[in-house]
C-alpha cells in the first residue's frame, strides 16, 4: 500500500494538493473519532484497548494539525501580497 500511496500522490498535479491534503485532514478526523470511541467502550482493565486509542487519538491530532499548517502555507503562497509601503 505504501507504493501504491506513492504512485497516487507522485501522479497528482501540484494544483491539487491542497485539496488532496484537505481530504486527509478529513480522514483522520474520522480516526480521532473512532479512537475515542474505542477507548470509551473498552473495558477499563484492557490495557491494549486503551493504551492504542490513546495513541491513535495523539497520532490522529498531530496529523490534522500538521495537515492544516502545510494547507494553510500552501494557500499563503496563492494569496497575493499585501504592498505594506506607500
Excluded: C, W
Amino acid at each position: 500500500m505504501i507504493f501504491v500511496g506513492i504512485e497516487v500522490i507522485g501522479r497528482v498535479p501540484s494544483v491539487l494538493h491542497t485539496p488532496l491534503m484537505s481530504g486527509a485532514n478529513a480522514i483522520h478526523g474520522v480516526v480521532i473519532i473512532g479512537a475515542i470511541i474505542v477507548m470509551g467502550k473498552a473495558e477499563t482493565d484492557n490495557y491494549l484497548a486503551l493504551i492504542l486509542g490513546f495513541l491513535a487519538v495523539i497520532l490522529g491530532t498531530l496529523n490534522v494539525v500538521g495537515g492544516f499548517v502545510v494547507t494553510d502555507r500552501m494557500l499563503e503562497m496563492f494569496s497575493s501580497k499585501k504592498n505594506s509601503k506607500k
